[in-house]
C-alpha cells in the first residue's frame, strides 16, 4: 500500500514536511515496510516555496529590503522561465526585526526586489504567492521597487508604508521595468477581499499586523487615496486585498491574473502525478472549520484526490470533524482530540501525531 502524506502547516507550530515526517513516523511504528510519499504543500501563505522547492525548483537567495527597511536574505524558486515569489520571504510578518509589528511603516519594496531578481533571471511567468505579509501598503513598495515613482508636492519620494500614501501627489509609472509587460503574472492566494471598504485589506487584515482602530482609519484613507491616484478598475476586484493590498497593485500594474492559491500551488508541484499511484491520501491544516470548505489547502487536495478516487483522511490541529467527514473526508483526526491543552498541541506537536499515524495505521491501513 502507497500513502501520500500532503498537509499544510500548522500555522505558529510545525511546517508541512514535519507535519509528515511525523506521521510518517507514527504509521511506520505500526506498519514497517508501508510505503509513503510526503509531499510539502503550501496555499499560497509561507511554506509555499518550500513546497515548490521539493517539486524540482532551483533556489536562488537574494538580499533585499525588508518590510521596515532592514536588509533580509529571501529566495526564490525557478523552473525554467517560470519564478515562484513567496511574498513572506521580503515582506513578512517573519522578517520584522524582533517580530515587532510595525502597521503603519511596513512596506512591500523587497517584494518589487524579487520580481525584478526574477526577471534577470528570464523568467516569463511569475507566480505571486502573497500570504503571511507584514505590510498593509496598496503593495505601494513594490510598485516603487519596479521603477514607479510615488511624488509629494515637493517632488520628493514618499516613505515607505501605507500611512504615507496620503503624501503621495503624483504617481508616476513611466519608470517602470520594461520586462513586464513582456511577463504572465499568477495572483495565488485564497483571500478573495477587496481592497477597500469593510471586507477589505484594512478592515479585515490590518489589526493582524498591528494596527488599532485609528491606525486602521488612517490605513483605510490612504489606500483609498492610493486606488483614486491608481484608477479605480480593481478596487472591487476579488483578491485585490490580498496581502495589504499588493493584490490590487498587481492586477492593475502588472496585469496578474487571481488564482487560488492552493490550485495554482498543487499544479506548480504536479500533485496528481505524484498521488496517481497511493491507496490513501491525508492532508490536514492547523485548524479545520467552516471556513475551511472554501479554497483551504485540504478541500483542494481532497478534490483532487476524489478525481483519481484515492480516500483522503484529515489530521487538524484543531478540528469540526464532522464538518470534515460531511466534507468527503473518510475520516477525520485532531490534536485536541488527544490533548486538550491547546499550547500543548502548538508547542508540541509531534508526539501527537506519531499517534495519530498510529491510529491510522491500525484504523484505516
Excluded at 484529515?314 to 470534515?324: I, P, S
Excluded at 506537536?349 to 491510529?359: K, T, Y
Aim: aromatic letters at 4%.
Amino acid at each position: 500500500m502507497k500513502i501520500a502524506i500532503a498537509s499544510d502547516s500548522f500555522k505558529g507550530s510545525a511546517s508541512s514536511i514535519e507535519i509528515a515526517q511525523w506521521l510518517e513516523e507514527g504509521i511506520h511504528n505500526v506498519i514497517p515496510a508501508c510505503e509513503i510519499a510526503t509531499i510539502a504543500i503550501g496555499d499560497g501563505g509561507e511554506g509555499s516555496l518550500d513546497a515548490v522547492l521539493q517539486a524540482g525548483y532551483t533556489s536562488s537567495s537574494f538580499e533585499v529590503c525588508g518590510p521596515v527597511g532592514n536588509t533580509v536574505s529571501a529566495r526564490i524558486g525557478m523552473k525554467g522561465d517560470v519564478a515562484f515569489i513567496e511574498m513572506a520571504q521580503a515582506s513578512g510578518l517573519s522578517q520584522l526585526p524582533s517580530l515587532k509589528l510595525a502597521p503603519l511603516t511596513a512596506t512591500s519594496f523587497g517584494t518589487g526586489q524579487l520580481i525584478l531578481a526574477a526577471l534577470d533571471l528570464g523568467a516569463r511567468t511569475v507566480i505571486l504567492s502573497v500570504g503571511g505579509s507584514a505590510c498593509t501598503d496598496a503593495g505601494a513598495g513594490a510598485l516603487q521597487a519596479l521603477g514607479a515613482k510615488l511624488l509629494r508636492v515637493d517632488g520628493s519620494e514618499v516613505a515607505y508604508g501605507g500611512a504615507a500614501l496620503l503624501d503621495c501627489t503624483v504617481l508616476d509609472i513611466s519608470g517602470l521595468d520594461s520586462r513586464i509587460a513582456g511577463a504572465e503574472f499568477i495572483l495565488a492566494s485564497d483571500v478573495t477581499n477587496p481592497l477597500l471598504g469593510p471586507m477589505g485589506a484594512t478592515h479585515i487584515y490590518a489589526p493582524q499586523k498591528g494596527a488599532d482602530s485609528d491606525h486602521v482609519r488612517l490605513l483605510e484613507e490612504s489606500l483609498t487615496h492610493f486606488a483614486h491616484l491608481s484608477g479605480s478598475q480593481h478596487i472591487a476586484t476579488p483578491g485585490a486585498g490580498a496581502a495589504g493590498g499588493l493584490g490590487f497593485m498587481a492586477l492593475t500594474y502588472l496585469g496578474a491574473t487571481a488564482q487560488s492559491g492552493i490550485e495554482t500551488i498543487l499544479d506548480a508541484i504536479s500533485f496528481e502525478e505524484q498521488i496517481a499511484d497511493a491507496d490513501l491520501v491525508i492532508t490536514g491544516e492547523g485548524r479545520f472549520d467552516a471556513q475551511s470548505l472554501s479554497g483551504k489547502a485540504p478541500m483542494g487536495i481532497l478534490a483532487r484526490a476524489q478525481r483519481h478516487d484515492i480516500e483522503t483522511i484529515l489530521v487538524a490541529g484543531q478540528g469540526d470533524e464532522l464538518t470534515a467527514q460531511a466534507a468527503g473526508f473518510s475520516a477525520a483526526y485532531s490534536l485536541t482530540s488527544f490533548e486538550s491543552d491547546v499550547a500543548t498541541c502548538i508547542s508540541n506537536p509531534a508526539p501527537l501525531l506519531r499517534l495519530i499515524g498510529q491510529e491510522i495505521a491500525r484504523f484505516h491501513i
